[in-house]
């Protein structure tokens, strides 16, 4: 009888402790690789935004006594030079990051300074008319190194606070589900996780030196369009946050300088757009009036040509250093104007 064999490969028979230890076994190196994921997500993160909003953060808790805190959006992000404000001023750096931040963004960068750091000599908040409007973004507060409880103090005014708060909790804890791009990114270019996404200087300054007038032209346009259809108005989460500023700096005896950036010349002529502008700088004043420690330093719109700039907003490095100059200049007008004042109202002695 001739003898045959199985050549067949032979599985021996699985049962379901097996089962559990394999899918337990992928679980828990799915949880390591996504624990270390966090950091990650957090500090190299692939968009650029999100990376200078997380490494400007880290400058506050690190960067040691400054005389200016400076804050606001992408405007003086890349248009405010603080080296050459420090230069007459003392210490100071540029916090500025992008409009989704909003005021509550910036307040919560000063808070995280002060706590390291002690209170200022002073603030100064350059921005945009685009801030004012704005509601809080769950991706930008995932960012925030802010407790679970506070939450609430940015779902006001959104859509769906459930929605908002998962967002931040996948977003925080869960980076592989949430942000595959950074991730894929790292996997194709692992070399990058060490580089800035964006060129700074020493005192925060994004260094940009191009002009482009075509993306000026196109970003005024918008500006028009958006003008022309909405209304004015300032969300609760802008109006809260502003007074809460306010009232920091009154209970620590620092104050606060508000200017606008410059814009595109030719934005400023355009009589739709320029009503939307104004409205906005009127509100500001109305702060002022109403809000201790806040000092506006108009008249406003500062203006440039489209030679200079990069967006309806943005100006080239240069130009930086000459805005700067400006604040230098009307900041030192208005402290005097403000002590001749305090003077007058104390009468002789």
Request: aromatic share 12%; proline share 7%.
């Amino acid at each position: 009888m001739p003898v045959t064999h199985n050549t067949a490969e032979r599985i021996p028979p699985s049962d379901s402790r097996t089962l559990r230890r394999i899918v337990l076994g992928l679980l828990a190196v799915l949880f390591a690789v996504n624990l270390m994921g966090i950091p990650v997500s957090r500090y190299f993160n692939y968009n650029d935004r999100y990376w200078l909003f997380s490494h400007k953060w880290r400058v506050a808790e690190h960067c040691g006594k400054l005389d200016w805190i400076v804050l606001g959006d992408s405007a003086p992000n890349q248009g405010f030079d603080a080296e050459r404000f420090s230069r007459v001023r003392g210490p100071s750096y540029n916090f500025c990051t992008f409009v989704h931040t909003l005021i509550k963004g910036q307040l919560e960068i000063l808070k995280t300074y002060m706590v390291r750091h002690g209170p200022p000599q002073g603030v100064l908040l350059i921005m945009a008319d685009q801030f004012w409007f704005r509601v809080a973004d769950p991706r930008l507060v995932a960012l925030m190194p802010i407790p679970w409880s506070r939450l609430g103090e940015f779902t006001q005014e959104v859509e769906s606070a459930w929605r908002f708060k998962l967002t931040v909790l996948l977003d925080r804890y869960v980076p592989l589900y949430s942000q595959p791009t950074t991730f894929q990114g790292l996997l194709r270019r692992p070399h990058r996780l060490l580089q800035p996404r964006r060129k700074l200087d020493a005192h925060g300054l994004e260094l940009q030196s191009e002009s482009m007038p075509e993306a000026v032209r196109e970003s005024a346009r918008k500006n028009s369009e958006f003008a022309g259809k909405t209304k004015f108005v300032v969300s609760e989460i802008n109006r809260d946050a502003m007074a809460e500023m306010c009232q920091l700096a009154d209970l620590n005896d620092f104050e606060i300088y508000a200017i606008l950036s410059p814009i595109w010349e030719g934005a400023a002529e355009d009589t739709v757009y320029r009503a939307y502008y104004d409205q906005g700088t009127e509100y500001l004043y109305e702060l002022e009036r109403t809000l201790p420690r806040l000092h506006v330093l108009g008249p406003f719109p500062l203006t440039e040509p489209i030679e200079h700039m990069q967006h309806v907003y943005h100006v080239t490095r240069p130009w930086a250093t000459a805005f700067a100059d400006t604040v230098v200049a009307r900041l030192r007008s208005r402290q005097a104007a403000d002590v001749s004042t305090e003077e007058r109202t104390a009468g002789p002695r």
